[in-house]
């Protein structure tokens, strides 16, 4: 069992290595469109171009491929052999890719009225180039849909380094494109670039199929029982992952409606650009962690070995916490200097620093329940139910739009990011509540104890980090040395004061992260 952990451990401390090069390179490529269009009207209609096929893929695929195929194609590996497993995946990624095909012909015909939808208070110029923009990346959908059933099948069968690194190469496709071509072409280029990129996250995975055995072949038998399961099980998940679209369409709707003077639809962008560094910063972890232990949670599942499962949620959460409460109240210190070294260059200006800056602050306040909630969530999946996510995304919309109409008018682009925010974490609740009940030692008193010293520690790092912040920022030196210090020394010294803190209080969690970094610096030393 020690062994079987280790190797987890392992596993996730590798996929969020690769997942941080991805990220990273995702914020580059973010720092090159704000440095190139800062958050005018080009960069507006390319964003919401970019995102609204992302969207509709949500909408309608990214709940079938992550919650439906994948605990069901274990289930099949479980029972009826790989064979059999890859027949039923050869069968959904011709289902996805007949649909994703009609759902690319009718974006490109409906283009406008769907970017009105989207974004009803976009200037006529703005709307005319998101049209443009929205035809050709609609067909991201297929490519989507096709990588993503891949990723399916790879992490099912334990392989985790591909699907991981497939955002590295997508974003060093785009990065390429600014470094050799962007003058040339613009941001019209840069939307092929984009459809290069997505396609290439398909591509890159054929060859690992290959070698795990895999081959697909087209095949339309849909009538298959395996397919009957995950269409059941697709519906009700599907609805409940429409949440996270619906929200998008929300804020990015009421940001339409914000104006600031000299800057046209710049509210889109900064929702935008705020949303994606605050993603990039989470995501390394709170996904790296989900998408090592779903497949685990789905098998757990299948072999009905509920107080193991129970043992894996419990553990994960606590891991997750661990991580994300200093990240959480650091990322609040630090928004400005963040977003002033990522972005601040070129066009992108102090005014844009500021506004992204306090809508990243607001977005920060809802890390914790965006964690919780995208494992909770999993959870239930792997469990085969998914009336439950769903109920939990209703009540995350009501919310969402009820605190964007309440803090919109006072807080513009910030109200929107609490209001995600408080979203996600009440979300988070309505999950946790029924798991709690079922398994009694998700959090216990024990584990409330452990959850109060990090907290503890984790104020005490804040303090520690504003100070150190606040130092920084009197130094006489100018340019990117400053703000890469400013933001470098106090996350360090916070971290490591918030590790000591949570030794001393005997938090299990940083013993296992000390043994880890000891073995780390072993194998550099050797």
Known sequence: MEKSANSTVKTVGFMMMITLIGKLLGLVREQLLAANYSIGAEAAAFMTASRIPRTFFDAVFASAISASFIPIFNEYLEKKGKQEAFRLSNIFITMIGVVTCIMTVLGIVFAEPITWLFADGMTTYTAKICVEFLRILFPTVIFTGVAFSFVGILQSLEEFTIPAAMSIVSNAVIILYYIFLN???????????????????????IPALYKKGYRFHVDFHFKEEGMKKIVL???????????????????????????????????????????????????????????????KMARLTTNHAEEDLGETISVTLRSMLFLLIPMMLGLMVLSEPIVKLMYERGNFNSFATQTTARALFYFSFGMIGFGVQNILSRVFYAKQDGKTPFYSGLVSIVVNVAFCFLLVDTMDVGGLALASSISSVVSAIFLFIPLQKKYKNLISKSHLVDLLKMICSAVIMTVVAMICKNSMLLLSVEGIIKNLIVVVLPAVAGGICYMLICYILGVEESKQ????AKGLLKKVVH
Do not use: C, R
């Open 183 to 205: 003058d040339k072409f613009g941001i019209e280029g840069l939307t092929i670039a984009f459809l290069i990129g997505w396609a290439m996250q398909a591509m890159i995975q």
């Open 233 to 295: 099980l697709m519906l009700p998940v599907m609805i409940s992952t429409w949440i996270q679209p619906i929200n998008f369409v929300i804020n990015t709707k009421f940001a339409s409606h914000i104006y600031f003077e000299n800057y046209t639809d710049a509210a889109i962008t900064i929702i935008d650009y705020s949303n994606t560094l605050y993603s990039i910063i989470v995501g390394v972890f709170v996904l790296s962690i989900a998408n090592v232990m779903f497949p």
């Open 513 to 516: 992260a000390l043994q880890m």
